[in-house]
């Protein structure tokens, strides 16, 4: 190591001192860090807004207007009941007069057959 410094022109003391970096000025102060950036602080730092109270009239109106949604949506779906049981009907219908056309012609046929 003594050769490798003399080769450079340094001792042995200052080649160690230059590759550590250790000269007595730099060893004591801190390395210099540029200063924080200002951050926006997070939603839960932030203080809350006070909670205003709901008034009686508040909650009558709240509660009138839940009762007339409820009561439309029960039109509507007893509309709706309606005229599912009239299609409902009417195809029952329909296959009930399928079905008596059927026997008639069960019966005609019946009786053809027994007829001498």
């Known amino acids: ?3 490798i410094a003399a080769g450079a022109g340094l001792t042995l ?7 550590r970096g250790s000269q ?30 709901i008034t009686v009239e508040e909650l009558r109106r709240q509660k009138a207007e839940t ?11 007893e509309l709706k009941r309606k005229r599912e ?8 219908a ?7 056309e059927r026997d008639r012609e069960w019966a005609a046929a019946r009786a053809r057959r027994t007829a001498p």
């Open 1 to 3: 190591a003594e050769r």
């Open 13 to 19: 003391a200052e080649a160690t001192a230059a590759l």
């Open 24 to 53: 007595p000025s730099a060893a004591r102060e801190p390395p210099h860090r540029p200063p924080p950036s200002p951050r926006r602080p997070f939603a839960w730092t932030q203080p809350k807004e006070p909670v205003k109270p």
């Open 67 to 77: 009762d007339a949604w409820k009561k439309r949506a029960a039109a509507s779906a």
């Open 85 to 92: 049981r009239a299609e409902q009907e009417a195809y029952a």
């Open 94 to 100: 329909l296959q009930r007069a399928e079905q008596a």
